[in-house]
């Protein structure tokens, strides 16, 4: 087993509660699904938000989900960067995996598909969501 990082973002609708929660949520369990991660071997988990989201805190959502309560989470603001991509969520996912570092799939989703096209596997879906 080696500890590995998964890089995942998305952006959110509205600066609001319920649309900060769901786009956490959706990023959250399609990176747990596209690397069969299972959360007792969830070491941690990175939380970041653009200074335009401060209407809830992402990690909120992610605490309410069956077995994350007791995955450590930290929650941050991001540096603001003039030009950098707005109203985005980012969690980085350190996890215990036997799994090479190039195998780990790194989710990218909405408007965030921009930042790492090299990773982001495009698909209808989140091209819908954009």
Do not use: K
């Amino acid at each position: 087993m080696a500890v590995r990082g998964i890089r995942g973002a998305i952006t959110v609708t509205a600066n609001d509660t319920a649309a900060i929660h769901e786009a956490t949520t959706e990023l959250l369990l399609e990176m747990v699904a596209a690397n069969g991660v299972v959360t007792e071997e969830v070491a941690g988990c990175f939380i970041t938000a653009t200074p335009d989201l401060n209407a809830a805190f992402p990690a909120v959502a992610i605490r309410q989900l069956e077995g994350w309560p007791l995955v450590p989470l930290m929650c941050a603001q991001e540096m603001e960067v003039p030009g950098s991509l707005p109203m985005c969520i980012r969690i980085l996912l350190i996890v215990n995996t036997p799994e090479r570092q190039a195998d780990m799939r790194h989710v990218y989703l909405r408007g965030a598909v921009v930042l790492r096209p090299d990773l982001a596997e495009p698909n209808e879906d989140s091209e819908n969501r954009a």
